[in-house]
């Protein structure tokens, strides 16, 4: 199986920055998708950006604030998050999907980290 761990969270004040990663453990050969979601509190869950062999996509309310970037030797993604807002606040979980070692594929997301964006 594999497990991702998320981490950077945290509280912030409007117009900070935070750096959130995603470490992913497992046998892993090769990724397709790599993102980042989040869930604001009572609201649903949204795509925040993702990350394919042919490029990024990012949800427009984020898009030249939020960028999604990864590390294949360690298997990480990142997520630089700048000029945040409190609309930002939420849990932020990371998610993969590809193949295994074995030749099965699989999809996996983190527990999540949690963003506070407030004065």
């Known amino acids: 199986q594999v497990q991702l761990v998320e981490s950077g969270g945290g509280l912030v004040q409007p117009g900070g920055s935070l750096r959130l990663s995603c470490a992913a453990s497992?046998?892993?050969?090769?990724?397709?998708?790599m993102g980042w979601y989040r869930q604001p509190p009572g609201k649903e869950r949204e795509l925040v950006a993702t990350?394919?062999?042919?490029?990024?996509n990012y949800l427009d309310s984020v898009r030249g604030r939020f960028t999604i970037s990864r590390d294949d030797v360690k298997i990480t993604v990142y997520l630089q998050m700048n000029s945040l807002k409190p609309e930002d606040t939420a849990v932020y979980s990371c998610?993969?999907?590809?193949?295994?070692?074995?030749?099965?594929?699989?999809?996996?997301w983190g527990q999540g980290t949690q963003v506070t964006v407030s004065s």
């Open positions: 990350m394919t062999s042919g490029g990024t």
């Open positions: 998610y993969l999907n590809g193949r295994l070692r074995t030749g099965s594929s699989f999809a996996s």
């Open positions: 497992g046998s892993i050969s090769s990724i397709n998708v």
